[in-house]
């Protein structure tokens, strides 16, 4: 059989040793993860882990039938039984579904979650632009509060400054209630109709389904044609806009630098009043980290009770390349204690059950048994390479003394010990 290819815009995450570039190394992957997890303790935030497929219909209500997500991107396929699955674009959908499910709500007024996982959209690839790419995020449901836009804000923030980004920039903006968008999305459907013309044909398709994301094209005869539409911000209603300069104010008073770009609608949908974005310039142009914001009406629309929510996601992918970026993590460095090397059968299998009880005692420990002592060479440099601290050797002649010869990989100097007194030998140096 000819050798297959991995899909398209997918990536494998290695052993850091064989990763091609350092960001795919399962080592840093899971120091950033970690990271993740332990912020999110701190924050007495609770994990989510849904499932990875959902109904067709979760994304098509909730993401939006006008998103460029369900619209072009989503892997749909029929299952056995007929039915309409989708492979999960997005986080948020299926966590609300899930919360609804636990009757969450009916337990208490505030529940905050986060999830970490793979997400798939059907996307050109490119650097920082993947088909399965992951995501981990943060979803607040509660009454509706700025103190709840600023919280997930201000946890966003934290994670990135505790991965060392310091040159995160967090851009806001506010799309004001619903009633107040419908009044102004037609002010600015009347305004670009009248530019039709010279509208990119990505525009063009908008100003009928979605007008609002006409404010973020990236084309420069649309950016000049924005310049002069009428702004959201002159039109807030007395709410809206008492809303948003509070979460201003509650981000202010914790140090978190903002700045208000009213060109910022984000892709979804179901956004209401504050959303916002993550970006890092230096990653290149797909600079966007994270971004999210707050949904008014999509829990109970999905049949959840009357309550507001507000989340975020952040690309784990864009968030690697980023901190390895800013030097923060280095090369992974190994955590093997000792390298055990058994010259000849008597020796392999001391060495092998010696192994296991090390394992047990919390050491880590890698060993092979060679059956030529040529080869000795090869394996020492193999555990240089792992960066191994210690190097063991047991030949059958050290086996017949009771004992093992021991290199520090760091010094080279050699010693020679009992090999019962081994384990504890390696535990003392934890
Ligand atoms: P979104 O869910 O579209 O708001 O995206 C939130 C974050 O997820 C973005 O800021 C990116 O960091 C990341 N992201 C979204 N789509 C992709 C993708 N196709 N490949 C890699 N990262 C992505």
Not at 99 to 128: C, H, W
Request: proline share 4%; charged share 25%.
């Amino acid at each position: 059989m000819s050798h297959i290819q991995s899909p398209k815009g997918t990536f494998d995450i290695l052993p850091g040793a064989l990763a091609e570039e350092p960001w795919q190394s399962s080592q840093l992957w899971k120091q950033v993860e970690d990271l993740v997890h332990e912020q999110c303790r701190r924050a007495c935030i609770h994990e989510i882990r849904m499932p990875i497929f959902e109904s067709t219909e979760l994304f098509q209500k909730s993401t939006g039938e006008s998103s460029d997500i369900v619209q072009k991107e989503m892997y749909t396929f029929d299952d056995k039984g007929d039915r309409s699955m989708t492979l999960r674009p997005e986080g948020t959908p299926g966590a609300l579904r899930a919360l609804i499910d636990a009757n969450a709500f009916q337990k208490q007024s505030v529940n905050r979650v986060y999830y970490l996982g793979p997400m798939f959209r059907y996307e050109r690839p490119q650097q920082g632009r993947y088909r399965q790419f992951h995501q981990f995020g943060i979803e607040i449901l509660g009454p509706r509060s700025p103190w709840l836009d600023a919280e997930a804000i201000s946890l966003g923030w934290n994670i990135l400054s505790a991965l060392g980004l310091q040159e995160t920039e967090l851009l806001i903006n506010t799309l004001a209630s619903d009633a107040t968008r419908r009044t102004y999305q037609s002010a600015l459907k009347d305004f670009l109709m009248s530019q039709e013309s010279s509208l990119s044909e990505d525009s063009k398709r908008r100003l009928h389904t979605n007008p609002l994301r006409i404010l973020d094209s990236k084309d420069a005869a649309d950016r000049a044609i924005i310049t002069g539409a009428p702004k959201l911000s002159q039109m807030l209603d007395d709410d809206s806009k008492r809303f948003f300069d509070q979460v201003l104010e509650l981000l202010e008073r914790a140090c978190i630098r903002y700045t208000i770009d009213d060109k910022l609608v984000r892709g979804l949908d179901y956004y209401c009043d504050t959303v916002f974005e993550f970006q890092i310039k230096t990653i290149g142009a797909q600079s966007a980290v994270g971004g999210g914001g707050r949904y008014g009406r999509m829990l109970s629309e999905m049949g959840g009770p009357s309550l507001e929510g507000v989340g975020f996601a952040c690309g784990m992918e864009r968030l690697l390349q980023a901190t390895l970026q800013a030097g923060q993590f280095s090369k992974p460095s190994s955590n093997c204690h000792c390298f055990m090397i058994a010259l000849g059968h008597g020796a392999a299998t001391t060495l092998f059950a010696l192994i296991n009880e090390g394992r047990q005692q919390n050491l880590c420990l890698e060993g092979w048994p060679s059956q030529d002592p040529k080869k000795l060479k090869q394996a020492l440099q193999y555990a240089d390479k792992l960066g191994a601290r210690y190097v063991a050797i047991l030949g059958d002649e050290e086996l017949a003394n009771g004992q093992v010869k021991l290199r520090h990989m760091g010094t080279r100097e050699e010693i020679s010990l009992p090999l019962a007194g081994l384990i504890e030998y390696l535990k003392r140096g934890l």
